[in-house]
């Protein structure tokens, strides 16, 4: 086969919107292996939140490769670059193979007994000092739903902190809470499925040619095809999908708002809005006309430097669709005004009556693989089975499954979100913290403040990872993990997909599953419920799955009709899947009956502009009782806008051949060669005026740090500068902070947040660049 | 007609408020939701008070200038930061932002009680464009309100019980 490094997407399979997609079966296996001494293993891909299925390729007890399953929803059979070559991090020579604690400075290697123990010792004489708010967790969106429920019950209801989150935090915070807001509960209304049998594509800040490979596969197969969908894309950026687009709005960064507004203004003022399902299905309708009459496209197209023309012209092939289906990703999330842009975007199909139909819904999409699973077990800002932490009701029925009292679960507020749980660190108010599969040395803004924080003597550090990432380096403690393929589980991709993942291979040295791990501390902490009985009741991924499925019973994520054998040898599986529904269910709201009714919402809502929450008795006040809320917001220009010192605004994102902080893609030789080293992307008219020519070395500054990097000029809003996020320095001699040459994106950023979701918005900062 | 004593009394209100804002923006600026938050919430009262000032003419009301604000202020304000960034990583910083967080609160609410007063009196003299200026800004006031109470309600736990 082909390199699908320089062939990203692969072959076209064009069809129709009658058609079934076709399938393509993407495989690729270690060259120097039998094919047919290979066995497979069922799984699905843990290198984006798309989760196309696969079989892993297993010969004399290591993986050798992978190949898509062709009887897959999701995938038909396709896999991505990330899918396709991201394995061989799994067979990499420096994977963690035993504990290491800390001893006169230094990480030396033990036995789990010495490391769990030392663990255990410092977080009980913690809690003994301190109490519950003195210990956090920050887990990531890679894990299994098994170790996820498993930390959500030793965290919440053994521990009772409230202080965990996710790195979820990071990529899919926003999704989450423009569901809640706008649906009342999170859960992704619409399927991959809607992409065949859509008429328009609307794409606000998503490079999912990129991001999500195998959607963009589809898409362009439809696009390629005889009745070619409309296609609408809102990028700062000229990506791959902005030059298949029919229309691109190339707006300056942070100003989505401004630009969700005016498209509303014209629907509204051409009236090419469904008046009568509005009415019947939704509330908030005059509230926001009166705020989006203040947005006429030439108001708009001055905020967003664009051309009011064209926001006119994409009104109306949205005003046109038939079937529109709306997807938002990290140019939204991780941007200015985030929560309530996503709400606009829900808005544009609710006024178009376009939700919950065949082809027609929104996608408010997941950056990793099994963020969904942290936001449904409640290891994110929210409590298990999307409950309400604000509803006393809800509260306890948790209590009831975990057999505990309703107050030994936190819900005095809302779950402590990963920035504050870092600024409590930063205080010494948190004083144990664990870290478990993420990489917030690199990930999280202000990389000198967040290296300063982990560093600090007054913080005990755990991480749990499969690799010395930058972050395990501070740690007093490292648990070495087992990965994906050498552990049983399932995971649940952004179209409510649920896949089984059986164990191929046995982890590495004594790497552990991350269950096994909680349930060792757990074990070790002996905790019980009311009733003196073990509070974790479960030692098995399928007996834990089984105790998520009576968690979730009843809740919009219903698991109750699924168990490991009917996922095993056909297709994924969309929750909700119960009595009512075995076979799963394509799209959610197809009644136009949504979960806003005070008793069932998961939140009571939010002012988005502050972020000020709403209290029980003002959301009754809504009467909203099953219609979705459409939300408005004024525009606010990003809180750091360019000036004379740093005349241009810093937007980081993504490459579509590495993930995260390239912890495993920066250890398969194909990936790793195909972007190896971070770039500096400048428009040609700023890279002119800088004197700045393609591949130059130039160097980025902020008021927080610096980076240098090879530039690229290349198709973009003028005076913006596109850094890639994932360079750290793990494998550069220093290894966890920059040795001469900075490169990681976070050194610039700014750590300020969504008032809502709580995610960082890394897409504004205001940075110079100057040529070295 | 006291109407132009109670816009006068609101201005002033509205004006030491944006200063509270400000003041504790700086004092928290190791916080950063309090640090960007409170600016903002800053500059919309200051919104406020410009709105007052336009319609405090058509009752010979006399109003200080929104733009005098003193010299010293700049100077006070990076003081205030480079304490906070000394301060920032010591407890007893987050005992003190709850305790300004809550003088905000009731500063905030003495604003809100306020405009329904003014808004009453608006009514009452038929003023549709003072009526406008009270609903635009109350609503805004009272999601001041709403924000410090959901600050105070998140972080009281915290500092309260833990340490």
């Known amino acids: 086969m082909n390199s699908r490094i320089s062939d990203i997407w692969g072959k076209r399979t064009p069809f129709s919107r009658v058609d079934e997609w076709p399938a393509r079966v993407d495989e690729y296996l270690d060259p120097t292996v039998d094919v047919a001494a290979v066995e497979w293993r069922q799984s699905a891909c843990v290198l984006c939140s798309n989760g196309c299925a696969l079989d892993i390729g297993v010969h004399e007890g290591r993986i050798v490769g992978v190949r898509g399953r062709e009887i897959d929803r999701v995938n038909r059979g396709r896999l991505g670059p990330k899918g396709l070559y991201g394995w061989q991090a799994n067979n990499a020579e420096d994977r963690l193979k035993r504990p290491l604690v800390r001893e006169g400075g230094e990480l030396v290697e033990t036995d789990w007994d010495t490391a769990l123990t030392r663990l255990v010792d410092k977080l009980r004489s913690v809690l003994e000092k301190v109490g519950h708010p003195a210990i956090g967790f920050y887990t990531t969106g890679q894990l299994f739903l098994e170790d996820y429920y498993t930390l959500a019950v030793l965290a919440r209801a053994g521990i009772g902190t409230n202080h965990l989150d996710g790195n979820t935090r990071l990529c899919t915070a926003t999704s989450s809470f423009a569901l809640k807001e706008t649906f009342g509960s999170d859960g992704q209304p619409g399927s991959f499925r809607d992409i065949d049998l859509c008429d328009t594509l609307f794409h606000v800040g998503i490079n999912i040619a990129e991001t999500q490979t195998v959607s963009w596969m589809r898409m362009l197969d439809r696009l390629h095809g005889p009745d070619r969908p409309r296609l609408i894309v809102v990028d700062p950026r000229e990506t791959a999908a902005a030059k298949e687009a029919d229309i691109h709005l190339a707006i300056k960064n942070g100003t989505n708002v401004a630009l969700l507004n005016a498209l509303l203004h014209e629907l509204i003022a051409n009236d090419r809005v469904d008046r009568e399902w509005i009415d019947a299905h939704t509330v908030g309708f005059d509230a926001l006309s009166l705020i989006v009459e203040k947005y006429p496209p030439e108001r708009s197209a001055e905020i967003c430097a664009v051309d009011p023309g064209e926001i006119r012209e994409a009104a109306r092939v949205l005003g046109a669709s038939e079937a529109l289906l709306s997807f938002v990703l990290q140019g939204v999330y991780q941007s200015n005004q985030a929560t309530a842009a996503a709400c606009l975007v829900n808005n544009v199909n609710l006024l178009r009556g376009m939700i919950g139909k065949p082809g027609a819904g929104v996608l408010q999409m997941n950056g990793q693989p099994t963020a969904q699973n942290t936001r449904e077990t409640g290891c994110n800002g929210d409590l298990p089975g999307f409950r309400n932490w604000q509803n006393d009701a809800q509260v306890a029925d948790l209590a009831r499954v975990w057999k505990v009292e309703p107050l030994d679960i936190p819900h005095w507020g809302p779950p402590t979100h990963a920035m504050q749980i870092f600024r409590l660190a930063e205080q010494g108010s948190i004083q144990f913290l664990w870290v478990i599969g993420t990489n917030p040395a690199v990930s999280m803004p202000e990389l000198h403040r967040m290296r300063s924080i982990l560093g600090q003597d007054s913080l005990f550090l755990v991480v749990s990872d499969a690799f010395l990432t930058e972050t395990a380096q501070f740690a007093d403690v490292v648990l070495p993990a087992a990965l994906w393929g050498e552990k049983t589980g399932t995971f649940t991709n952004a179209d409510r997909t649920v896949h089984l993942s059986e164990q191929a291979v046995e982890p590495p040295g004594e790497a552990k599953p991350d269950m096994e791990i909680f349930l060792s501390v757990a074990d070790k902490l002996g905790l019980k419920d009311r009733d003196g009985a073990p509070l974790i009741r479960w030692r098995t991924p399928e007996e834990a799955f089984e105790a998520w499925k009576e968690c979730s019973k009843g809740r919009p994520c219903d698991y109750t009709g699924i168990t490991y054998d009917k996922l095993r040898g056909g297709s994924g599986i969309q929750w909700p899947c119960n009595e009512d529904a075995p076979g799963g269910t394509e799209r959610l709201y197809n009644d136009g009956v949504f979960l806003t009714g005070s008793d069932v919402t998961e939140d009571y809502g939010h002012e988005l502009t502050s972020g000020a929450a709403f209290t029980e008795a003002e959301h009754r006040a809504l009467h909203a009782a099953g219609r979705a809320i459409l939300k408005a917001a004024e525009y606010i220009p990003p809180r750091e806008l360019p000036d004379e010192d740093y005349p241009l605004s810093l937007t980081t994102g993504r490459t579509v051949y590495h993930f995260h902080t390239r912890t495993k893609t920066g250890r398969s030789p194909q990936l790793q060669e195909a972007e190896p080293d971070v770039w500096v992307e400048l428009a040609a008219k700023d890279a002119e005026a800088l004197g700045v020519t393609e591949g130059d070395l130039v160097r980025v500054e902020s008021p927080r740090g610096a980076l240098e990097g090879p530039a690229r000029v290349r198709g973009m809003h003028v005076g913006i500068v596109f850094i890639p996020f994932h360079y750290g320095y793990w494998d550069e001699p220093n290894g966890s902070e920059p040795n001469g040459r900075p490169r990681a994106a976070n050194e610039l950023t700014m750590t300020i947040w969504d008032p809502v979701s709580k995610q960082p918005i890394f897409k504004s900062a205001k940075v110079r660049v100057m040529r070295l | ?163």
């Open chain 2, 1 to 163: 007609m006291k109407v132009g004593q109670a816009i006068r009394q609101l201005h002033e209100l509205e004006t030491d408020l944006a200063d509270e804002f400000r003041k504790v923006g700086e004092r928290h600026a190791a916080d950063h939701e309090v640090f960007h938050a409170c600016h903002v919430l800053a500059t919309q009262c200051e919104q406020h008070a410009i709105r007052l000032h336009l319609v405090a003419d058509r009752y010979a009301t006399e109003l200080p200038d929104d733009e005098d604000r003193d010299l010293w202020q700049g100077l006070l304000e990076a003081t205030r930061d480079k304490m906070s960034k000394a301060l920032g990583r010591m407890k007893p910083s987050a005992l003190l932002l709850l305790r300004d967080l809550r003088q905000l609160f009731l500063a905030a609410e003495e604003c809100s009680i306020t405009w329904v007063m003014l808004g009453q009196a608006a009514q009452a003299a038929r003023d549709k464009e003072l009526l406008q200026v009270v609903r635009d800004c109350h609503t805004e006031t009272e999601v001041q309100v709403k924000w410090l109470t959901t600050q105070i309600k998140v972080r009281s736990p915290q500092v309260l019980v833990g340490g």
